[in-house]
């Protein structure tokens, strides 16, 4: 396929594109500065450990840390399995009961899933219908004998801003243990552990226009985890296995270049964003935006169409690449566990559509994708009822 004919790309929140300025830093430390950052007998070595404390300086730059408190990972996933059953296993003589929120990615939800395994028992906060917990809620299944609550900072399917400052205030002065998955919003949206009391954040490098693979774990100073995997001690101990050095000095740049130019990019994307709900929220019957328009990524919407099938809807969309909440397996399609639990109807979470717009969309992009799902709907309407 030539480049003009591939889809837009609208679906940011699944990865984003390395920005040619983290490219640009990473291709040394594949080739000639090839050094393992653990060797500490020679140039090769020092080179690369010394690129990974300015990465470490940038990640924490992002994020209101010191860089004692970084810990690189393979990315999120791996970030949220750390903090969660690391500290399942660190505060075994406290209790072993935890508050997280149904509408979580499957990264947590999982982990707790299998924590449950192990003899914990883990309360899942249903949100309201805008997507959002209240601090009463989660004040309302704190115990004395609760470890961790693991709330997300911003939804990756509808994009809603957890009110995460007041939950982490609440988690501080109750001493238990607050992490959130910050993935969708590091870079986004301005992320500080110390105004928003977090202890464990988790964030992923492709999600920031850094490569695949590449990840962090905000540890506030003092807390105490399990390692999750065992080795030469790397990350103090805490993530055994040879630091990822270009991912990591990929990661380091991309908080850096989001950090500069976040309010800018926020501003620009927001105004994308509207203009491509209001126009198809205005101009095709039935639709319905989900999850809360206020506290919300100013770069995502989610947007359900009600009068056409949903899965032909996506199939049928083909000059855009978007998402959708719905799980294809071999045998169904299931609709997204993310809308059911705000309460949307099977068939508007069917036929829901997350576009997710990012630093190298353009308005063009924006106003063919608005003609484009247009004329799909209008077809399908039209042979739907003829
Ligand atoms: C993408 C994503 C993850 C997983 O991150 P990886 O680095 O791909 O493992 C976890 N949580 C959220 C909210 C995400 O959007």
């Given at each position: 396929?030539t480049?003009?004919?591939?889809?837009?790309?609208?679906?940011?929140?699944?990865?984003?594109?390395?920005?040619?300025?983290?490219?640009?830093?990473?291709?040394?430390?594949?080739?000639?500065?090839?050094?393992?950052?653990?060797?500490?007998?020679?140039?090769?070595?020092?080179?690369?450990?010394?690129?990974?404390?300015?990465?470490?300086?940038?990640?924490?730059?992002?994020?209101?840390?010191?860089?004692?408190?970084?810990?690189?990972?393979?990315?999120?996933?791996?970030?949220?399995?750390?903090?969660?059953?690391?500290?399942?296993?660190?505060?075994?003589?406290?209790?072993?009961?935890?508050?997280?929120?149904?509408?979580?990615?499957?990264?947590?939800l999982?982990?707790?899933?299998?924590?449950?395994?192990?003899?914990?028992?883990?309360?899942?906060?249903?949100?309201?219908?805008?997507?959002?917990?209240?601090?009463?809620?989660?004040?309302?299944?704190?115990?004395?004998?609760t470890?961790?609550?693991?709330?997300?900072?911003?939804?990756?399917?509808?994009?809603?801003?957890?009110?995460?400052?007041?939950?982490?205030?609440?988690?501080?002065?109750?001493?238990?243990?607050?992490?959130?998955?910050?993935?969708?919003?590091?870079?986004?949206?301005?992320?500080?552990?110390?105004?928003?009391?977090?202890?464990?954040?988790?964030?992923?490098?492709?999600?920031?226009?850094?490569?695949?693979?590449?990840?962090?774990?905000?540890?506030?100073?003092g807390?105490?985890?399990?390692?999750?995997?065992?080795?030469?001690?790397?990350?103090?101990?805490?993530?055994?296995?040879?630091?990822?050095?270009?991912?990591?000095?990929?990661?380091?740049?991309?908080?850096?270049?989001?950090?500069?130019?976040?309010?800018?990019?926020?501003?620009?994307?927001?105004?994308?964003?509207?203009?491509l709900?209001?126009?198809?929220?205005?101009?095709?019957?039935?639709?319905?935006?989900?999850?809360?328009?206020?506290?919300?990524?100013?770069?995502?919407?989610?947007?359900?169409?009600?009068?056409?099938?949903?899965?032909?809807?996506?199939?049928?969309?083909?000059?855009?690449?978007?998402?959708?909440?719905?799980?294809?397996?071999?045998?169904?399609?299931?609709?997204?566990?993310?809308?059911k639990a705000?309460?949307?109807?099977?068939d508007?979470?069917?036929?829901?559509?997350?576009?997710?717009l990012?630093?190298?969309?353009t308005?063009?992009?924006?106003?063919?994708?608005?003609?484009?799902?247009?004329?799909?709907?209008?077809?399908?309407?039209?042979?739907?009822?003829?």
């Open positions: 396929m480049t003009s004919t591939r889809p837009i790309y609208l679906d940011y929140n699944a990865t984003t594109p390395v920005d040619p300025r983290v490219l640009d830093q990473m291709l040394p430390w594949f080739t000639e500065q090839f050094g393992n950052a653990a060797s500490r007998t020679h140039l090769y070595g020092w080179e690369a450990e010394e690129a990974v404390a300015k990465a470490r300086r940038q990640v924490a730059g992002i994020l209101g840390a010191s860089e004692k408190e970084i810990a690189f990972t393979s990315g999120a996933t791996e970030a949220n399995n750390l903090a969660i059953k690391g500290a399942y296993e660190a505060n075994r003589h406290r209790g072993s009961h935890f508050v997280t929120v149904a509408t979580e990615h499957k990264a947590v999982d982990t707790f899933k299998h924590l449950e395994g192990w003899g914990a028992e883990v309360t899942y906060l249903v949100p309201a219908a805008d997507g959002l917990v209240s601090i009463e809620q989660v004040a309302e299944a704190l115990r004395p004998d470890v961790l609550v693991s709330v997300m900072y911003a939804n990756n399917e509808i994009g809603v801003i957890q009110p995460v400052a007041e939950i982490g205030k609440l988690c501080r002065e109750r001493g238990v243990l607050f992490h959130t998955d910050a993935t969708q919003a590091v870079g986004k949206v301005p992320v500080d552990v110390d105004k928003d009391y977090i202890d464990l954040l988790s964030l992923s490098a492709h999600k920031l226009y850094g490569p695949k693979g590449a990840g962090a774990l905000y540890v506030r100073k807390i105490k985890l399990t390692a999750q995997q065992d080795g030469g001690r790397h990350e103090r101990g805490l993530r055994s296995g040879t630091l990822n050095v270009p991912g990591i000095v990929g990661l380091g740049k991309a908080c850096e270049v989001a950090g500069a130019e976040m309010a800018l990019e926020a501003k620009r994307l927001a105004q994308l964003r509207d203009k709900e209001n126009e198809i929220v205005s101009t095709i019957n039935n639709t319905q935006v989900n999850g809360n328009r206020e506290h919300r990524l100013p770069q995502v919407t989610n947007i359900s169409i009600g009068d056409v099938d949903g899965e032909q809807l996506l199939m049928n969309l083909n000059r855009i690449a978007v998402s959708s909440g719905s799980a294809c397996t071999s045998a169904s399609v299931e609709p997204s566990y993310v809308l705000l309460g949307v109807p099977d508007l979470a069917y036929a829901s559509i997350r576009f997710s990012g630093r190298f969309s308005e063009t992009d924006i106003a063919t994708a608005v003609a484009h799902v247009q004329e799909v709907v209008t077809r399908m309407v039209e042979n739907h009822t003829s």
